[in-house]
């Protein structure tokens, strides 16, 4: 650990928030329907693309219609992106001649672009067409991202009206998203990555001459547009194999600090729509601070870790910290930092490979997702995430105090706690239960890398990554097969819709509540207090659950490491 490290760190830390006020009062007037900078050229477009679609701005939705339209709308997209992978090979933009996908994968790949989780088992460069990226999974990557964000407003809208009975529009959210938010920001970046040197192109890959004479096949195609959305809409998906390890896709420091920031610009910003749409901004501040203080936390034990390095490899003589699996252009301040990054904000995208991190820098990305990746989270998905534990943490505090909950003047009540739980639930249901399965089925084990508690870890990790939406990989583990592939796809849809319903259910219950005035004896939710019992919620739900499962893999890696064995 040097000062140079904590310094990047820390830039990086400060650019975020620096842009959370103003991207946050920018999102706050695209959802309340204001004017705004871009609304004299995208107006005209937004009103077109209403009448397609069939539906008016001034017209809102009651949740159950709002689910609905939701659900079709990602089922329609699963279909679509289902079938261009199943027909690849005779559709056009295949210079490469890929071949057509198979069910199975196709059926994961589907559900994963979807669900904005993008696990990729397959190789992009030497597996899908053009077309099926751009039409395909890029398009997902914008319009999953523009859902998570739609349902995180309909939360709030929840909390910050009075009284009614809808909770918005999804249509007129969602195109507002991706009009107004994620399209033009990632044209910007697009054109900022080119300039930086990735790739964008739609001609064939170029064939070169290597310095021993053979021929080499080097892999291009709409790089820079993919990395855009992949980052901003906390997607992850990477068009080569190496994500954002590769050179195309992050040839430098500069590219690297803007994917992370990217990462995180959206996550952060919503804390302060809330606090704007609510009327009092030190709510979204007390949020953000309790993200913030977790984050810190992953942050400065990864680091560590990675810094401190592996005992047994000193041993040989070898000083300093961990590099296998790391770029050197990034180092290891630059990996640990992207590692906690993104599976703090659920993208999924990496710059270095997990698997390699020793056991506690892996432990930090795994408990990350476990949590319900909650700190940043993904675009949307970790603000409505928070909401459900800010739920759970005002009916604890009610019972200690002996009152009614209160949550910005809104009655928390049992079905809203219900609901929570339901949706909190899920997550560990689906990663350790399928975790259990595949550990004792031969099938399962077939797939890792390893022996011991780190092949345990692969699979924890990869049904963790699923559940979570995030989509990063330890990288040991085979998961190009039936069982993974149809599998992992069902987790992907229970930490999907398994959570998204509970939470609409939830705005549906608060926004026909009137609002309670503030009196004595109200919880204050925007201080250092409220900040500690959501933080300690967090922590307390997911260290009950998952401990016994990460003390089979990280923990005992760990104290095997300093015993003098691995794995």
């Known amino acids: 650990m040097t000062f140079n490290g904590w310094l990047q760190i820390l830039i990086f830390v400060g650019i975020v928030l620096l842009l959370v006020k103003p991207l946050g009062g920018y999102m706050t007037r695209v959802f309340t329907g204001e004017r705004t900078i871009l609304s004299f050229v995208l107006g005209p477009l937004e009103r077109g693309l209403y009448r397609i679609a069939g539906t008016d701005e001034r017209e809102e939705q009651h949740w159950t219609t709002y689910t609905v339209a939701m659900l079709l709308f990602s089922f329609a997209g699963f279909i679509v992106l289902y079938f261009l ?135 291009v195609g709409p790089v820079a547009s993919q990395l855009a959305i992949k980052m901003l809409g906390t997607n992850g998906g990477g068009f080569f194999n190496a994500n954002s390890a590769h050179p195309f896709e992050n040839p430098d420091a500069i590219s690297n600090l803007i994917q992370m920031v990217a990462i995180f610009a959206i996550g952060a910003a919503l804390t302060n729509v809330f606090g704007r749409m609510v009327g009092n901004q030190r709510q979204g501040w007390a949020i953000l601070s309790a993200m913030g203080v977790l984050f810190l936390v992953g942050v400065l034990v990864t680091y560590w870790a990675e810094a401190a390095g592996n005992p047994l490899v000193h041993a040989l003589g070898v000083q300093g910290g961990n590099m296998e699996g790391k770029e050197v252009r990034f180092g290891i301040t630059l990996s640990s930092l992207f590692a906690v990054i993104t599976t703090a904000a659920s993208c999924g995208a990496v710059n270095a490979m997990h698997d390699s991190f020793t056991a506690i820098g892996g432990l930090i990305p795994l408990i990350n997702m476990q949590l319900g990746e909650v700190i940043i989270g993904g675009v949307g998905a970790g603000f409505y995430g928070i909401l459900l534990f800010i739920i759970v943490a005002i009916f604890v505090a009610g019972l200690m105090v002996g009152r009614t909950p209160e949550y910005l003047g809104k009655k928390i009540e049992a079905k809203e706690v219900k609901m929570a739980m339901l949706a909190i639930l899920c997550l560990p249901a689906g990663m350790l239960i399928f975790t259990a399965i595949a550990v004792v089925l031969p ?125």
């Not at 696990?119 to 999974?137: C, H, K, P």
């Not at 990063?472 to 999907?496: K, Q």
Request: with cysteine; net charge neutral.
């Open 443 to 567: 099938t399962g084990v077939a797939s890792i890398g390893n022996s011991g508690p780190h092949g345990f870890s692969e699979i924890l990790y990869a049904y963790s990554s699923a559940a979570a939406n995030n989509g990063s990989a330890f990288g040991g583990l085979s998961g190009n097969t039936p069982w993974y592939n149809i599998t992992l796809g069902i987790v992907m849809l229970i930490g999907r819709f398994l959570v998204i319903v509970p939470a609409l259910a939830i705005a549906g219950s608060l926004i026909s509540k009137k609002t309670v005035p503030a009196s004595a004896g109200t919880f204050p939710t925007d201080g250092p207090l409220f900040v500690g019992l959501l933080v300690g919620t967090i922590l307390i739900v997911g260290g009950l659950t998952f401990f016994p499962a990460l003390a089979l893999g990280p923990v005992v890696e760990h104290l095997a490491m300093i015993a003098g064995q691995t794995f």
């Open 85 to 219: 992978q199943r027909l690849q090979a005779g559709l056009p933009y295949n210079p490469a001649g890929m071949a057509a996908i198979g069910p199975e994968l196709s059926f994961n790949n589907a559900v994963s672009f979807v669900s904005n989780t993008n696990w990729q088992n397959y190789g992009g460069e030497s597996t899908m067409s053009y077309l099926v990226q751009m039409a395909g999974f890029t398009v997902q990557n914008f319009v999953s991202a523009a859902t998570g964000i739609a349902i995180a407003i309909a939360l709030i809208r929840a909390f910050s009206r009075a009284s009614g009975k809808a909770v918005g529009n999804f249509w007129v959210d969602m195109i507002r998203a991706t009009l107004y938010i994620l399209l033009p920001a990632c044209i910007v970046m697009t054109l900022v990555f080119v300039y930086l040197g990735v790739p964008q192109t739609l001609g064939p890959y170029v064939s070169a001459t290597t310095l021993e004479g053979a021929q080499q096949t080097i892999a």
